[in-house]
């Protein structure tokens, strides 16, 4: 099996859910950059958290750094980041001969047989994220050094939601004040709302799905390539890596589909002395190549598929239709954690073309 992303900056994730440990690494990351291990601990936290919330599976997720840095500072070898699971309880799960629907139990035994380890999900199970954020706070703090800035906020769960980045004059502070909070939201009275969108769900043995935006600035014009290395394609590509990705939409999305060509462009203008543009339909990207402006996607996530009530299934074994009762530890609203990890993926992404575009030249 194989989890790859990823060329120029490259990425492959080892492990299951209910194995010794996760695995996730890092080739083509530039050497001499020294990691901010206070800043890792608090985004480890920021994909765990969630509270209430989230799962109540509960695991340390110290990064073990088994190569690529040394005193603190990378050194351009492979960086292998490990996480050990330490809060399995495999008793939780015995139902791969009746898939959850809508999980990916079925799709991975008729890919890779019925010997495969779905315990926890297996390898299909979030608690692969936990070593890509570690990676992708490396990636962050590299652009960070290149004045680049990601951020993301949950815009909203179910039926609620909140307004979103400012398209032209995104500013840092705006970009990452949702990242410093419990809850990341822009607005703390729609978080609320939404906070009680996940519980009501939770309470009746559901789950609810939402939307991520995510932000990038101080991107300058120029990143990126035509074509099939575009910076959309290569945003999309490495945002499906998360499991219970339903959809991404650049700056305007489908939505300019309703739109006028003379509503939708962004004409080009002089701000401060810099080309800029006046709106930002684009989402900062044309041609697959950045044009200074904010980079901004959205990322659509559906309801968590584990849900606490009986569902229709089969029996693989027997081919004959019956039910399961999904236990284990869900997270009720994926949404909620995955924006840390989008933020990961957006990071790594970024500073991939970042260095392609380096080393291609003009
Ligand atoms: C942060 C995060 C947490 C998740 N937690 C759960 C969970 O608790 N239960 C579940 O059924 N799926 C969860 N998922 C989603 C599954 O991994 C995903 O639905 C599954 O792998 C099938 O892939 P697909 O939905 O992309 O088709 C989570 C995903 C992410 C990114």
Redesign the pocket.
Known sequence: MRSEFGERLSVSLVGESHGEYVEATLVGFPRGISVDFDALSRTMDR?RGGGALA?PRRESDEPLFLSGISDGVTTGEPITVRILNQNMRSGDYGFCDTP?P???DYTAQMRYGSGIDLRG?GH???RL?APLVAIGELARQALSLRGISVGAHLEAVGGVSEGRFSPVFLTKDELLSPGKKDFPTLDDRKGEEMRREIRSAAESGDSVGGIIECGAIGLPAGIGSPLGRGLENLLAGAI?V?????GIEFGEGFSACAMRGSEHNDPYCIRDGEIATETNHAGGIVGGISNGMPILFRVA??P???IAREQRTVSLSDKKETTVK?GG???PC?AL??VP?VEAIASIVLLEAILETEEDGK
């Open positions: 994909r799962t959850r809508s999980h990916a999900g299909f199970s979030a994220t499906f998360l499991g219970g990705v339903r996530m559906k968590t598929a584990s999904v530890r869900h997270d994926i954690r995955a990890c």
